[in-house]
């Protein structure tokens, strides 16, 4: 190891020790009112999210199995019809299962990071067994949310080859259930420097080619962040370089040491989060509003004389590439059927990603003719993810749209009645 690798990872160690001190304190006192009022919005977005997964036919399987294989212990709730009740462990991964199925859960603009869907299964689980009250409860998913998108925001991926849920869901866990349990600094930093020595390389292409144990690594994230914060109360642990040697020496991420500690306390990352009303990732959300906008341009033509599509992106929308997705997963994840489907239904809502829309001849079409292209507006987070679509119909003529950032983030939000009635839908 060189002096400047060995100088680069005590530093890592010092900022390290000091956002988990940090940690540790504000979980004493109460929060901002703005930062209390942001989290608890990401704690009842993503409880609908929870509820919306569900009632998928895979997910209930899951969690049945979850339910048979737990002990008699009666602790927390699943978040499904009928409400059961199991012991903790159980319902964080059903829970977790469940959060991000749907492609409906908030997530966190200045990194690729979920940092609700990492925390809040393992949290509520722990919280509910543990008899804690909803200020704790908001005040810990504000903390959480903290550190896991710091950690993400310190060790960002050069390009997509690791997905986000596998990287950092099992800190996200461990950093939840820590704060629940009212960890000192030393249990806590066993915990999730622990947790991060089982994060695991989930492919980032596992979602776009739509295998769906992606949708279970927030799930093995709850799971194995409840395991390593009691193997932390037993004495065993990661070591304070833990978390620097797995991303930035074996996942070979990028180093950003300050944000580990820029701004604690001042600037809140839960005031960076995004809400989702279209059910595909979030970087196709700006081509999908192009869209929907287009369709009010139509005047005497028809979306069925569209003889191509070219849209715009930036890289994150450029590999979202897959012509014919085959699970509703894979087409979440994918531009061409996101742009297809929204333009021939009129919606990217949950109808537009359904299996019957895989098999529709006219979005089959139309997915063929979507052609991607670099958008030269694209910058860094949290202005990555703006889309220009063009619509080119048989008879020469086109429409285009603009649109440089998604709605639902801190630029352009959604208001509270907006996301309230969305968690009532849900």
């Not at 310190?154 to 960890?183: C, D, E, K």
């Not at 085959?326 to 979440?332: G, I």
Request: aromatic share 8%; charged share 20%.
């Amino acid at each position: 190891m060189s002096a400047e690798q060995k100088a680069l990872r005590s530093e890592a160690a010092r900022q390290l020790n000091t956002l988990v001190e940090w940690t540790v304190q504000a979980a004493r006192g109460p929060l901002p009112e703005p930062v209390r009022r942001r989290a608890a919005l990401i704690l009842a977005d993503d409880i609908g999210a929870m509820v919306v997964g569900s009632s998928e036919p895979q997910v209930q399987r899951t969690r049945e199995r979850f339910i048979r294989s737990a002990s008699n212990r009666s602790e927390a709730t699943v978040f499904a019809q009928g409400a059961t009740v199991t012991d903790r462990a159980a319902a964080a991964c059903a829970n977790g299962m469940a959060i991000a199925w749907c492609e409906l859960d908030e997530g966190f603009r200045l990194a690729s990071c979920h940092g609700g869907a990492y925390t809040i299964p393992a949290l509520l689980a722990e919280a509910e067994a543990r008899g804690l009250d909803t200020d704790q409860v908001v005040r810990f998913v504000a903390l959480a949310y903290e550190f896991t998108t710091r950690i993400a925001l310190a060790y960002p991926f050069p390009g997509f080859y690791v997905h986000p849920h596998a990287a950092f869901a099992t800190i996200g866990g461990a950093i939840a259930v820590s704060l629940a349990r009212g960890h000192d600094e030393a249990t806590m930093r066993a915990a999730v420097t622990g947790a991060a020595s089982m994060s695991f390389a989930g492919p980032f292409d596992t979602a776009v080619e739509g295998s769906l144990v992606r949708n279970g690594w927030t799930a093995a994230g709850a799971w194995i962040g409840m395991q390593a914060c009691d193997w932390a109360e037993a004495g065993i642990g990661g070591g304070i370089h833990t978390i620097h040697d797995v991303f930035a020496t074996s996942f070979r991420t990028r180093v950003r040491l300050d944000a580990l500690t820029a701004g604690l306390g001042e600037v809140w990352s839960v005031n960076s989060g995004y809400h989702k009303m279209f059910a595909c990732c979030n970087y196709a959300h700006s081509a999908v509003e192009a869209c929907l906008a287009l369709r009010t341009q139509l005047g005497n033509r028809s979306v069925d004389h569209i003889r191509e599509i070219v849209v715009e992106a930036g890289p994150a929308g450029l590999a979202l590439n897959a012509v014919e997705p085959e699970t509703v997963l894979s087409a979440k994840f994918s531009m061409p059927h996101a742009v297809a489907a929204s333009t021939l239904l009129g919606t990217g809502g949950a109808s537009a990603f359904t299996f019957n829309t895989l098999a529709d001849p006219a979005i089959a079409r139309l997915r063929q003719r979507v052609r991607l292209e670099s958008c030269a507006e694209a910058g860094p987070p949290p202005l990555d993810r703006p889309a220009r679509v063009s619509w080119r119909f048989e008879d020469g003529s086109s429409l285009t749209e603009f649109v440089a950032s998604p709605r639902g983030g801190a630029d352009a939000p959604f208001d509270e009645p907006t996301l309230l009635d969305k968690l009532s839908d849900n």
